[in-house]
């Protein structure tokens, strides 16, 4: 990927993964396009599929949605579908789950937002980008429980360039 070759990382070095919850939100969107279900089928179906999921059979929840690819809402039924089949590399939820990873992305949106939206943003706030870089390097370090690190770095010998 451009954006994490750009950051110095190399693929072994990246994991990438759709949200679980919002891949079962596009369950609940190709149930709730299935004309003649009652609720309690669209439920199931969705258990099914989200059981799936956690197995890591991708690969059969695009062949469950492909059979609800019929009627009037085929198109968009379809456009779910595609939406599985192409990110079904990133959709690797059992292995996540045997390396006890995050399956949502909840606990990096919480960081997101303790440790940048909390303190860089706000009414009347602007940063220079060089104090901003800085003063979110030194929040990551102290949010982390890492305040030894921070003195450590405080106190290091700067290097001048010397052209």
């Known amino acids: 990927a451009p954006l994490f070759s750009s950051l110095g990382l190399r693929d072994d070095q990246v994991i990438e993964l759709v949200d679980f ?6 369950l609940a969107k190709v149930a709730d396009l299935r004309r003649g279900w009652t609720k309690t089928q669209r439920r199931q179906w969705i ?3 989200r059981k799936r999921l956690l197995k890591g059979q991708v690969d059969r929840v695009v062949q469950a949605v492909d059979e609800l690819c019929t009627g009037r809402m085929s198109k968009k039924v379809r456009t779910e579908r595609n939406y599985f089949h192409n990110n079904t590399t990133r ?3 059992r292995q996540m789950h045997l390396e006890q990873l995050p399956l ?7 960081a997101i937002r303790r440790v940048i939206n909390l303190r860089l943003k706000g009414a009347g706030v602007f940063w220079h980008e060089d104090s901003a870089n800085a003063l979110l390097m030194l929040r990551s370090y102290y949010k982390a429980g890492r305040t030894q690190d921070i003195a450590r770095l405080a106190f290091m010998p700067t290097i001048k360039e010397v052209a």
Do not use: D, L, P
């Open 47 to 49: 258990r099914k599929q």
């Open 21 to 26: 919850y919002h891949a079962v939100e596009h």
């Open 104 to 110: 949502g992305s909840g606990a990096m949106e919480s």
């Open 91 to 93: 959709m690797n939820y």
